[in-house]
């Protein structure tokens, strides 16, 4: 089982994520990586295949930015564990990241369609539909949130999900379908969390 955390507020969000990580790596992982919105009107994408601690030192000179962000630990199911497969993954367009604990049952299906309608697959991984799937749903004119929601419908299997988007950039989306890994919520003083397990 890999790990899952979130964070949103006006705290830096990269340290807070890198630490939630750390705290979630007793559940085994293959590659890490983390998803932050920058100040610019994109999402700045960090990951390592190995240990957390490798895509830390990557990060040593790196200026982080951004007061919200998503990351994850992952344990590969669909794809080898490396750098071009490990979370975030994004849609066609880099606004919509996504990382997700879980197996996407229908992702063939969902892939096929998706590729019919012009999306652009770069991993070899399951998830990778659901970023996908978000995006078509915001083209639509859905807020994220409804994007996310629309998503979350069309996905078969025990999923764990967090989004960010660019197009929404003060919000942060996740949703659990059946037993893939909790989701739980921390609430603190003009900040939320997000992670697959207390600590
Ligand atoms: N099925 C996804 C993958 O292979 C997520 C695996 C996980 O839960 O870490 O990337």
Redesign the pocket.
């Known amino acids: 089982?890999?790990g899952i955390v979130g964070y949103i507020g006006d705290r830096p969000a990269a340290p807070i994520l890198l630490d939630g990580l750390a705290r979630l790596e007793y559940r085994g992982?293959d590659s890490a990586g983390i998803a932050l919105p920058d100040l610019h009107g994109g999402i700045a994408i960090h990951k390592a295949p190995g240990k957390l601690s490798g895509l830390i030192q990557s990060l040593a000179s790196v200026a982080l930015q951004g007061t919200s962000g998503i990351g994850?630990?992952?344990?590969?199911?669909?794809?080898t564990p490396t750098m071009v497969?490990a979370?975030p993954h994004t849609d066609c367009t880099g606004n919509v990241a996504i990382v997700?604990?879980?197996?996407?049952e229908n992702f063939v299906e969902l892939k096929r369609e998706l590729e019919d309608t012009g999306h652009q697959f770069t991993s070899e991984?399951?998830?990778e539909v659901i970023p996908h799937l978000v995006e078509s749903y915001l083209s639509q004119g859905l807020s994220l949130q409804e994007a996310v929601r629309s998503a979350a419908l069309r996905i078969e299997g025990a999923n764990a999900v967090v989004a960010a988007s660019q197009r929404d950039p003060e919000r942060i989306v996740a949703f659990r379908l059946g037993n893939?890994?909790g989701i739980v919520v921390g609430y603190g003083e003009n900040e939320m969390l997000l992670a697959s397990d207390l600590p």
Not at 72 to 79: F, I, L, P, S
Not at 100 to 104: L, R
């Open positions: 089982m890999c992982y994850h630990t992952r344990w590969a199911t669909h794809g497969n979370h997700h604990n879980g197996i996407v991984t399951d998830s893939a890994g």
